[in-house]
């Protein structure tokens, strides 16, 4: 079955920190991935996407994530948090359907606390 | 472009009323999602279309739930009647299916309160 598991909950990091939240998916066939921001009172708004290629894929907000298809994990980092960056993560997946209908599977997300 | 919009964005109403929620996609997006997000359950998939057609309903949650897409630019979402436990964060969001990229592009919500 498809799924996706962040296996954090909630993570609190100090301003400044570097940041790694984890994403680990199940599906059957070539992974079309991404992360989504959640800010409060919010909707999802687009932090990258990995289709094809390079496995480190650069998005908005100075993210990052790196596509592991061995550990099929798609992991998001921040080398420098900003205390903007408290929000809700959610990773999500899909297939290149060609023209068939594009579902996403979300995961839980991750709730991300920023000390000052 | 001005991205999905969803009306309303708050919605207070008493048990047994019916509530209609309303989403125009992004112009050019022929996919249309529903979702449902609450504290407990976290973002559910309720429905979604192609090209105006359901293509699974599987994640409505009974049949008080009901949703439309009558043409390219608009979609309800119904709840008739309405349960304290429909109390939640409704989105829609669109994509470009078929092209390759299924990216999908959220509204701001729909809070609804049911009393």
């Known amino acids: 079955a498809q799924s996706v598991t962040q296996p954090d909950i909630h993570i609190t990091v100090s301003e400044g920190a570097s940041l790694e939240l984890r994403c680990n998916y199940s599906y059957g066939a070539t992974p079309y991935l991404f992360w989504y921001v959640q800010s409060p009172g919010q909707g999802l708004q687009l932090l990258l996407k990995?289709?094809?290629?390079?496995?480190l894929v650069q998005g908005i907000k100075g993210f990052e994530a790196e596509f592991k298809r061995s550990q099929s994990s798609f992991n998001l980092r921040k080398p420098s948090v900003h205390w903007s960056d408290a929000a809700e993560y959610f990773c999500?997946?899909?297939?290149?359907?060609?023209?068939?209908?594009?579902?996403?599977?979300f995961g839980k997300g991750t709730k991300l606390s920023v000390k000052p | 472009d001005a991205g999905v919009i969803q009306s309303p964005r708050h919605e207070v109403t008493e048990m047994g009323q019916e509530v209609t929620l309303r989403c125009k996609p992004i112009s050019g997006h022929n996919s249309l999602f529903w979702y449902r997000q609450t504290m407990m359950r976290g973002l559910e998939l309720l429905i979604y279309?192609?090209?105006?057609?359901?293509?699974?309903d599987s994640g409505m949650p009974e049949d008080r739930f009901s949703a439309k897409m009558p043409n390219a630019s608009f979609s309800t979402l119904k709840i008739q009647p309405s349960e304290p436990r429909d109390s939640a964060v409704y989105f829609c969001a669109s994509s470009r299916t078929g092209q390759g990229d299924n990216e999908q592009f959220f509204g701001p919500g729909t809070r609804l309160t049911v009393l």
């Open positions: 990995y289709f094809s290629g390079d496995t």
């Open positions: 999500a997946v899909g297939g290149s359907y060609g023209g068939s209908q594009g579902n996403l599977i």
């Open positions: 279309f192609n090209n105006n057609v359901p293509i699974d």
